[in-house]
């Protein structure tokens, strides 16, 4: 039985000679197995711990020898064992919680004088450097020949990178770091990411500039994510258009898209309420969803898109009369806020649905509807505004939705009277 811990070894007699201990551990292995007393020459169970100060470890006695276990925080990972000769505290933390439990039980039983074949034993040898080593929280590599083929990453890292090293697609190693961080893939050459990476609970930046990236899913924006994803670099790939459930990834500061294929961006993008750095320089976008309009950034880059210059008169009519009964009964059902979902009706009205837009009257349309582009100026929605084109501009197009002809018709009076004055 062995155990990878912190470990901090209290002499209970130091407050009486006005000594205190340091508080603070030692990265250690334990380990518990059997090892012959000089004294008595018979085989005893003895625990060791092995630090990188101590390789060779110290060893002791468990057999009726420890007084108390003091394991109210066991699930932080922490606990105390209490040996009654030499009087010390053996103060375990940062270790696995079940592995820690194992290893207590393990110990009761040979303090209690259990049978020593029903107890998994380990032998009491010296342990190698590593083993020992704090526990490693940053990995970078930069280089092929530096990439570990035969070795796992350190269980322990929080933030890794790997770039320059022509990686077709994401190591399933890395997918097994659950306190990751930050993972920088830049710099290769992933095609597909794997819906597991929406498995790494903690991740907070994730970096894939430069790589070869046709399509982000829907299952990622899906995962854990939505809860954790700060900042996300799809820069320099291939991505033509990015799914409706971009939008759920709701704890967005940071959004890099710059020097893709992008001819639109995610219709409902102004529910990214955290969003305050937004890059999309160098796409193929001619105009920006009306949602836009509902972003509060500090900075916005949209240089070197294909914007089209917006004209009021120059519209696409998806409208029909009489409407549908299935457009008016989910008009009712958007604008009256009723609460649906695939167990109540169909799951394609209620994509329909989710991608429901607002007339300038505040009634919503789903599928039948006039569209045009209006300008904006994109001031109203961040602080800095990196100049649209080379002609100093920071005006862009932004799609405006009708659901009627007369909001259509009011809308063109209202845009000849502004032209007249």
Not at 107 to 119: E, I, K, T, Y
Not at 166 to 190: E, F, G, P
Not at 233 to 238: A, F, H, P, T, V
Not at 247 to 274: A, I, Y
């Amino acid at each position: 039985m062995k155990l990878q811990c912190d470990v901090e070894v209290v002499n209970r007699m130091l407050p009486t000679f006005g000594m205190r201990s340091r508080g603070k551990g030692t990265r250690a292995v334990l380990s518990i197995g059997k090892h012959l007393d000089k004294t008595s020459q018979r085989c005893n169970i003895y625990m060791m711990i092995c630090t990188a100060k101590d390789r060779t470890g110290s060893k002791y006695k468990l057999k009726d020898n420890i007084e108390k276990f003091f394991t109210w925080f066991v699930e932080e990972g922490k606990a105390t064992v209490r040996i009654k000769e030499p009087a010390v505290d053996i103060c375990l933390s940062k270790a696995d919680a079940n592995s820690l439990k194992n290893f207590l039980s393990a110990a009761r039983l040979a303090d209690r004088g259990c049978d020593a074949n029903s107890l998994p034993l380990s032998t009491l040898t010296p342990v190698r450097a590593r083993d020992v080593e704090q526990p490693k929280k940053k990995l970078t590599i930069v280089s092929k020949k530096d990439y570990p083929l035969t070795s796992c990453f350190p269980y322990s890292l929080e933030q890794l990178q790997v770039s320059y090293c022509k990686l077709s697609r994401v190591d399933m190693r890395m997918l097994s770091l659950k306190a990751l961080r930050k993972l920088d893939l830049s710099n290769n050459h992933i095609k597909k990411l794997p819906a597991t990476i929406g498995d790494l609970g903690c991740l907070s930046e994730l970096i894939l500039h430069n790589n070869h990236l046709e399509a982000f899913s829907e299952a990622l924006c899906l995962s854990t994510l939505q809860r954790t994803l700060q900042l996300l670099d799809l820069s320099q790939n291939r991505l033509q258009s990015l799914p409706a459930q971009f939008c759920q990834l709701k704890e967005l500061v940071n959004l890099k898209l710059d020097d893709n294929e992008l001819v639109c961006l995610p219709f409902h993008v102004g529910r990214l309420s955290k969003l305050r750095f937004l890059s999309a320089a160098h796409n193929q976008l001619a105009v920006l969803p009306s949602d836009f309009r509902k972003l509060s950034l500090e900075n916005l880059d949209l240089f070197g898109n294909p914007f089209v210059q917006p004209n009021p008169l120059d519209h696409t009519m998806k409208i029909t009369f009489p409407l549908p009964l299935q457009e008016l009964a989910s008009r009712a059902v958007a604008n009256l806020r009723l609460p649906y979902g695939p167990h109540l009706i169909p799951a394609h009205l209620c994509r329909d649905l989710e991608i429901s837009k607002t007339c300038d009257c505040g009634r919503v349309c789903i599928n039948f509807y006039i569209k045009t582009a209006v300008s904006m100026n994109l001031h109203q929605v961040s602080h800095t505004v990196v100049l649209v084109d080379d002609m100093g501009g920071t005006d862009a197009p932004v799609q405006q939705h009708f659901c009627s002809l007369s909001c259509y018709s009011e809308f063109l009076d209202n845009s000849l009277q502004r032209g007249i004055r």
